[in-house]
Every structure is written in C-alpha cells, then in structure tokens.
C-alpha cells in the first residue's frame, strides 16, 4: 500500500485523541473553565447523566460570553463586578448543536467538515452519542503530513 491509499484508508479512530474532558450541565462555568486550563484543552462536551453530550464548550464560546457581558455593562461596572456569571451552570451556555463525527469515518470526510464548517475540532461520538474522542485540524494536518513525508522516503528508497 503506498502512502496515499494509506492516508485514504485512516480513519478518525486512526488519529482522534481518545482521552476526552468532559463536563456536567451542573458545572459552574468557572468550573468548566478550571477544568478546561488545567487539562489544557479548547473544547469539552456537556454530557448528561448517562454520558450523552448535549452540547459542546468550546475556548470560543467563553470568549463570546465574555464579549457579551462587557457589552451589556454600565460605564461604572467592570466585568469582574458580575460574580454571578461564572456560577451560572454550563447546560445554560453550552453550543447545542453538536458537529460530531463517527470514529469510522474516513480523515477525509472529518477533514471536508472541519473545513466546510469552520471548524477547529469536532467530537466523536458512539452511536449512543457518548464521547469517544476528538479530533482536530491539526490531527488531520499531522496524518497528511506524515504520509506526505512517507511518500517521499519512499521515493528516496526507490530512487538508489
């Protein structure tokens, strides 16, 4: 199989990162944010009690929420003056349409989303929607890079 067929053949279970932070719809969002830095990721799926997500957490939404507050603050008031906020619960604030995929997708097709959607990661859920995963532009960019330098060490090989 050449390298080519081979990036044609992974799939999303090939390169997802598998270890997957995620949160309750109970969680603070300070809570969401504590637990997001220190495990040092831009995205955790809000699951239920029987761990389905019902929605996503992402670097970004925060940035919006954040954005939001300050707008709707008077002169006087800072953002920080609003304790209230971050104890409001992440079922409140998470993205609920989800942009998942399937581990047995092709990197293909998870690279055709990302790139059709906008996206920076998406989700890989069980048929149950239960977290498997993540995968990233940059687990999608590291599979092609790394069949591109494939394909040139075997070329170099071929060449002698």
């Known amino acids: 199989m050449n390298a080519i067929e081979r990036l044609e ?3 999303v279970g ?20 504590r637990t997001m830095r220190e495990s040092r990721v831009s995205l955790v799926p809000v699951v239920d009690d029987r761990g389905r997500a019902l ?8 940035v919006l929420r954040e954005a939001e507050r300050c707008d709707n603050l008077s002169d006087s008031q800072t953002a920080c003056d609003d304790t209230n906020a971050s104890e409001s619960p992440a079922g409140i604030h ?18 055709q ?4 959607e906008h996206l920076h990661r998406l989700l890989v859920l069980d ?11 940059m687990d999608v960019i590291s599979a092609l890079v790394n069949s591109v ?8 090989v071929r060449a002698r």
Not at 128 to 136: I, N
């Open 113 to 116: 989303l990302l790139f059709s």
């Open 55 to 62: 929605g996503v957490l992402s670097a970004y939404d925060f």
């Open 127 to 137: 048929a149950k929607g239960r977290p498997q995963g993540v995968v990233s532009t």
């Open 149 to 156: 330098e494939e394909m040139r060490i075997t070329q170099t």
């Open 9 to 11: 053949s992974l799939t």
């Open 14 to 33: 090939d390169i997802m990162t598998d270890t997957v932070v995620q949160v309750g719809t109970h969680h603070s969002m300070c809570e969401v944010a």
């Open 94 to 111: 998470m993205t609920r349409s989800i942009q998942s995929i399937a581990a047995g997708a092709s990197v293909l097709e998870a690279a």
